[in-house]
């Protein structure tokens, strides 16, 4: 089991940035694939980036070049630093553990931060 605890949303203005945290129960990043989704109302949950075991990422086209992924795994937490925010980027942001075996895929979530853009 792995427990996720996101922070740091928040109400911010447009062009504004904000920086999300992501506190893993345990060091899971050399076993799971970490992930920053959002989801906003009406709208189905949306993959923002990923990070490979081996650091490799994933941006949605929409964040790239705002957005960075980052990750300490002395602390293990995962880190989603959101620049030049827009009114299109309000959602809940939610952090995503996946684990994938041979027969199986796990995957964890935390209980969602909510970030709000508006002027």
């Known amino acids: 089991q792995v427990q996720l605890v996101e922070s740091g949303g928040g109400l911010v203005q447009p062009g504004g940035s904000l920086r999300l945290s992501c506190a893993a129960s345990?060091?899971?990043?050399?076993?799971?694939?970490m992930g920053w989704y959002r989801q906003a109302p009406g709208k189905e949950r949306e993959l923002v980036v990923s990070?490979?075991?081996?650091?490799?990422?994933n941006y949605a086209d929409s964040v790239k070049g705002r957005f960075t992924i980052s990750r300490d795994g002395a602390k293990n937490v995962v880190y989603l630093q959101m620049d030049n925010l827009s009114p299109e980027d309000t959602a809940v942001y939610y952090c995503?553990?996946?684990?994938?075996?041979?027969?199986?895929?796990?995957?964890?979530w935390g209980q969602g931060t909510q970030v709000t853009v508006s002027s």
């Open positions: 995503n553990a996946n684990l994938k075996l041979i027969a199986a895929s796990y995957d964890y």
């Open positions: 345990r060091n899971i990043f050399n076993t799971h694939v």
């Open positions: 990070i490979t075991i081996g650091g490799r990422t």
